[in-house]
DNA sequence: GGTAGTAGCCTAGCTCTCCTAGGCAAACGA
DNA sequence: TCGTTTGCCTAGGAGAGCTAGGCTACTACC
């Protein structure tokens, strides 16, 4: 019999695209065996099972944001740099919804450390040097920056903005010139 | 045989809290009935199917949570009712993170035109009102506003600030100081 | 170049979930 | 009192997750 030249990468490969066409809780393992001619039980030889196989999801996505963005951020500092980042973040978003849901999964802390998470956080920080703020508010704004982006493309994803209007792309550009303000002139305790 | 009594109120209700507990993915009929004792198929009496279910726990905590606002809202006005919301906001998501979770799946629209979805949005409009915005800006402030508030909730469900030891609850409060400032001072085009 | 080991697939089969079809009995309204 | 409706049942099919155990093709090494 003939081998399919099943991996791991490529069995995480074919999953992310297909969570990105179908939505990851329709990522199963028996729909990624049909793709691949392959009898199921088979797959569990490369992954341990179905979760870990959204995991994989997870990280394949994690590094590819990171990759993006820190293309994107190339050369870029201050507002330049926030938009590029904010603009990356959300094409991807838009271009991987599957992958981008994947992301959200609660990984488990060890998993988390050895992820792509971290040059996020690093590439998050590079940006607010940008504006000049100290310790513990960089840390605040960070996660209010991370907030405004997540909460932003996670509510267009499920329609939360379709009952006005309002093109969201306008909405996004004013939600980064705010955000770009608010950094600037931070409020004091 | 006696009858259990099982409505479609008690089935949401009970479906609500067992998503409560173990997430909403992981409520089934079959868990459901196994609670109720009585037979899976016998539910199907009372719901549609499996996402019919997951829709009505969506709706209800919509409805509850719109409850939980209107309360924390009366009588204040500026910052003041921008924290109430806020903190009412996150105090039901963590009281409720299944309940929260559902409220992210995506209605079809004639049934989230029906739900207190609408509520949501007069709530936060009247919110706006102390910050003297037009539109669009207000339109865009409500997105940005709304996004801030989910995806903060969102990430600190999944654990995406676990990874610095900055206490959550105060990067909450520097956001709403932050989310404050930036209404009262939201910059020109 | 023969052979041992392992990697990559298989079948069989279990459990669980979702859901439909069809039946029966309790509660209720006329 | 007697339908009619309501609320439950059993039976069963389809599909998903996963395990156990077996066979085959490739690889490495003597």
Chains 1, 2 share one sequence.
Do not use: C
């Amino acid at each position: 019999m003939a081998r399919a030249g099943v991996t791991a990468e490529r069995l995480t490969l074919a999953a992310a695209d297909l969570a990105d066409e179908v939505g990851v809780e329709n990522v199963t393992v028996a729909a990624l065996a049909r793709h691949f001619g392959v009898k199921d039980a088979s797959l569990y030889f490369h992954i341990k099972n179905a979760h870990d196989l959204r995991v994989r999801i997870a990280l394949l996505a994690l590094a590819e944001l990171a990759d993006e963005v820190s293309d994107a951020l190339a050369g870029r500092a201050g507002k330049d740099a926030l938009v590029a980042f904010a603009n990356a973040y959300r094409d991807y978003a838009t271009r991987h919804p599957g992958r981008y849901a994947a992301m959200q999964i609660d990984l488990d802390p060890e998993t988390a450390a050895a992820s792509a998470g971290i040059r996020h956080s690093e590439m998050t920080r590079a940006i607010l040097r940008g504006y000049q703020l100290a310790e513990p508010d960089q840390t605040d704004a960070i996660r209010m920056m991370h907030s405004t982006f997540h909460g932003f493309v996670s509510l267009e994803r499920t329609g939360g903005f379709r009952h006005t209007p309002r093109p969201t792309d306008d909405s996004w550009a004013r939600t980064l010139d705010a955000l770009d303000a608010l950094l600037s002139n931070w409020p004091q305790r």
